[in-house]
Structure formats: structure tokens, C-alpha cells
């Protein structure tokens, strides 16, 4: 008798949206375009490093408890080098988390594709990307990171 074995998969990155942007704006730029077509504020933040490679530029939009939380990254450093490299040509990752609408990403996709020098998005597939998971968690991990210092300020700030 064959023994079956249950083999439990985990999604690690259950309701997130990861739409690909291909443009020739630097980050604020993109950042300010995306805060006035999609009504959000993508505030700047300390850019993620690797092995003193420069920094990619992040952003991150949280809505609040129960709504969408949204990042910007950039795939290019401040020195010119690629974080990853996707095909079609991609400079900049937009993460949406938590559930959204079909019919409401799809207007999204549209407003971002309707940016001027916006040359192209497009929404890309994470269950068949491998680049894409290792991605997400060095993000995840950087905003943890920013988490943990603005606790540690808070918490300073709250001591006599």
C-alpha cells in the first residue's frame, strides 16, 4: 500500500496586488502623480539598502484599519543598479494590500496607465512570478523595521 503524504501550501501573500510601472519620472515625481490621480498620500520614507548597493526608493500610503495600505518601491537604486529585473521593463513596483475590487482595480490600472510618461503598467502575477516573493519580503521586513524605530521613538517620547 502507497502511504499518501498531505502536503500543506501556504500563500505567504494573500490580498496583495503587485502592479508593474514602467516610466522615465524619478520616484517623487511618480509618487506625486499617483497621490493626485488616485487620491492617496504615498508618503517617502527611509529607502531600502542592500550591502551599500544605494537606496530604492519606498513609499508606503496606509488608509487605516480594514482599508488598503499602499507602497511604492523603486526597482532601480540611487546609484543605477537593478533590484531585480522584470520583462516587460519595470522601474517601479505599486503594492496594494488587503482586498480591493475587481471593477476598482481595474480603474486604478487605468488611472496610473493614464499618467503622463507612464509607458506602460501592467498587473503582475504573483503565483508564477519567483522573483517576486522574495521581493515582497524584503519590503515586508523594511517596513517592520520602520515600525519598530517609530515605537522606539514613541516610546522614548512617552518615558520621564
Known sequence: MVKRKNKLIVEPFDDIIVIGINTGMIDYQLAWNLNKVLKIELSKYRGISFDNEGFFSYYLYDAGENANTFNLVSLVS??????????PKTDYLFIIRNYIKESDLQQLLVSIKGISNVFHAYIIDTSCNNKIDIILEDIEFHEMELANEENKKNSGILKR
Open 78 to 87: 540611487t546609484t543605477g543598479k537593478n533590484w531585480v529585473s522584470f520583462k
